[in-house]
């Protein structure tokens, strides 16, 4: 029997004693009696009895141990030509006086605070002082829009909000402040303060008595201690897509999180305490919260957070100057990172000027990783580059390779076996499980190990109907997929109608809420294009309003204008067109998948339940004019 193997079936037959095992590695203010309560279904709480606190595992503990002047944050910043280092001694100093500036105004043990800011180390900082004393903390993307942010001040109610005066895009400065200031003229929900950090590149107009300069506060602030948490205490929420326009509030809770995620860092990341990790995502993203601040901290690592791009940023040897300048080990970024450095420099001439002997492995998340992607990475990378699945939901792998256990072979197209604690299954429509190589849902057994989704945020008949209804006893993961006769796993698609562009996961639905929004359209369907890039990009078809004798190509660019108004530029919505009419079954429903072929030029049946095929035609046509399928 493999060592992953071993370990897996542990996991899975003797999992009480698996993760109290994994527990002991962590520090607990009350170590739990028992790993799991599983009292009320599928509410399942991880280390119940148990008390700690995140901020206490990531920054404290450390300092106390022996680690305090080694560096805990490097910032790398090629935008701003900036690059700091901060002892874990300076973050506990900074992140406890942040957490006393929040306490000073009343934040205190539950409260929620939003974190709405770019890469710099005040979004670790602000995340963990929150941690510190109990605040649930919930960071919205930079690249989101005022409206955006506004739903989720209403979801999860603010009683303060941390955030930047800017974050800069290449050639581009992006004004947080007017956004936020909307945000909440937009939200019923009004925050009692929000603290500014002010950055030279656009410093942000202070509203008196609402608005505090954070520089100022923290340095007057008086230092807060770690509070001891219940094990199962909201340590954060994160929204998410789902299949409407309303984001999903997944809830993360601390023990578990502690727990897994220490656990993931050496088993499989394959990384020891003291050595430098980079997750090149953003903090917005669940990656950024698990791999960029929480997981390589709780490990006493040194983890990089890096406000730039993988190209432009001065050129598409970036990434590998930040290896070979901060001795990177281990590399976690998406899929579409390496599509656009590989377009830029096909044949890797940026990556001879630096020294990469120091990485051991790169690891790829976030999209569906084509072969060839993986392929030029593992040709000029010179290391394993391990292709691993997972989500918001779960915080961390489902399926991976658990380097730190034992390296096993990498299939191209696929992220290996399931991860310790996921009991994965393939399941058709009547809930029977596929054979090998057949195509059904991905699905996984409950429970869901530590460090998941406990639940939704105030939304616990949301939790039961979107995640455990379709296959009861079951997460339903919302991907499709098949195992091969060696328990390797494909992921091959999603089941509803979230799509994922550059690693960003959106939802169409939200997109043709907003489309649908305009005073022209009468009837909209937004799918996702494959894109050599982006992996997928959104296109919207458009109907419009009989009599409407308006321009068309001004209505797409009002459409096209109005989702980066209301999502943000993020959603990268930059193709519309305006259709007759959309293809329907004779019950009424849009046949989207069927689009989508024609757009990806891929083959497809006509459907059988299709009420006029002539407006495919109609459709191919019109796709076709906007330049779908794109030339390979
Ligand atoms: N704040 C404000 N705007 C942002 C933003 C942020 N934090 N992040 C992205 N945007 C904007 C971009 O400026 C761009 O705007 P534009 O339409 O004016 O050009 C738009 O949102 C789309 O951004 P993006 O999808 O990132 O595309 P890009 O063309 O700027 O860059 C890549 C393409 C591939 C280089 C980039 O997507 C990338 O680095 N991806 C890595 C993905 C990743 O880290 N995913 C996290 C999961 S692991
Ligand atoms: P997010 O919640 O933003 O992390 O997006 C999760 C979704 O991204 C998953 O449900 C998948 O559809 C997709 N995804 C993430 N990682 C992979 C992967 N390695 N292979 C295929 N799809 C992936």
């Not at 290391?383 to 915080?395: L, S």
Request: aromatic share 10%.
């Amino acid at each position: 029997m493999s060592a992953y193997s071993k370990v897996y079936d542990q996991s899975i037959s003797n999992k009480e004693q698996f993760w109290l095992e994994a527990a002991r590695d962590i520090h607990w203010d009350q170590f739990p009696q028992r790993a799991l309560d599983d009292s009320e279904p599928p509410f399942y709480r991880w280390f119940p009895d148990g008390r700690t606190n995140a901020c206490y595992n990531a920054v404290d503990l450390h300092v106390e141990n022996g680690r305090a002047d080694q560096t805990a944050i490097i910032y790398d910043s090629p935008i701003t030509n900036q690059t700091a280092k901060i002892t874990y001694r300076e973050l506990q100093s900074r992140v406890s006086r942040v957490a006393g500036m929040l306490q000073e105004r009343g934040v205190g043990l539950g409260d929620r605070v939003i974190v709405y800011m770019p890469m710099i180390p005040e979004a670790a900082i602000a995340m963990l002082a929150c941690a510190r004393i109990g605040a649930v903390h919930s960071v919205v993307f930079g690249g989101f829009a005022a409206n955006e942010l506004a739903v989720r001040i209403d979801d999860c109610k603010p009683k303060a909000i941390l955030a930047a005066s800017c974050g800069l895009e290449p050639g581009r400065t992006v004004e947080y402040k007017p956004l936020l200031d909307q945000a909440i003229e937009l939200a019923q929900h009004k925050p009692d303060n929000c603290y500014l950090w002010q950055r030279e590149q656009a410093r942000a107009s202070i509203i008196d008595g609402r608005d505090i300069d954070w520089k100022e506060a923290e340095s007057k602030a008086i230092p807060a201690d770690c509070v001891s948490v219940d094990s199962n205490h909201s340590l954060y929420i994160l929204y998410t897509s789902g299949t409407t326009g309303a984001p999903k509030g997944v809830v993360r809770d601390t023990g578990g999180s502690i727990v897994s995620l220490k656990w993931t860092m050496k088993n499989i990341y394959g990384v020891d305490p003291g050595e430098v990790y980079w997750a090149a995502s953003d903090v917005g993203w669940v990656v950024g919260h698990s791999y960029i601040v929480y997981a390589p901290l709780f490990h006493g690592n040194t983890t990089v957070l890096y406000e730039g791009k993988p190209v432009g940023t001065p050129d598409p040897g970036a990434f590998w100057r930040v290896i070979s300048e901060h001795n990177v080990r281990v590399l976690f970024t998406a899929p579409t990172a390496f599509r656009a450095i590989k377009k830029e420099d096909p044949s890797g001439d940026y990556l001879k000027q630096y020294d990469l002997s120091g990485l051991r492995y790169l690891f790829l998340a976030g999209e569906r990783c084509d072969p060839d992607t993986l392929n030029w990475a593992e040709n000029h990378l010179k290391v394993p580059v391990i292709d691993h699945w997972w989500q918001t939901e779960t915080g961390w792998s489902i399926a991976t390779n658990c380097t730190g256990i034992e390296l096993l072979p990498v299939k191209s197209g696929s992220p290996s076996l399931p991860a310790p604690g996921y009991k994965l299954k393939v399941l058709d429509n009547d809930g029977n499980e596929c054979k090998a190589g057949d195509i059904g849902a991905l699905v996984v057994e409950s429970p869901l190990p530590p460090g998941t989704f406990p639940t939704l945020w105030e939304a616990p008949e949301r939790y039961v109907e979107s995640y455990f209804t379709t296959f009861p006893g079951h997460y339903e993961t919302g991907d499709a997929g098949f195992i091969d006769d060696d328990g390797y796993i494909f992921v091959m698609a999603r089941t509803d109608d979230v799509i994922n562009v550059a690693g960003h996961r959106l939802s169409t639905g939200a997109m043709e809420e907003v489309l649908a929004g305009h005073a022209d359209v009468a009837e909209c369907a937004v799918m996702g294009a494959a894109d050599s890039l982006k992996g997928q990009v959104p296109v919207g078809m458009l109907v419009l309003n009989s009599g409407c004798d308006r321009n068309e190509e001004d209505i797409c660019k009002e459409v096209i204008q109005k989702v980066r108004d209301e999502i943000g530029p993020v959603a990268a919505f930059k193709s519309a067109v305006v259709v007759k009419r959309l293809p329907k079954t004779r019950s009424g429903k849009i046949l989207r998948a069927t689009m989508r072929s024609i757009a990806d030029g891929t083959d497809w049946k006509m459907p059988a339940t299709i009420d006029d095929p002539a407006i495919l035609d109609e459709i191919s046509e019109s796709l076709a004019g906007i330049g779908y399928p794109q030339a390979s």
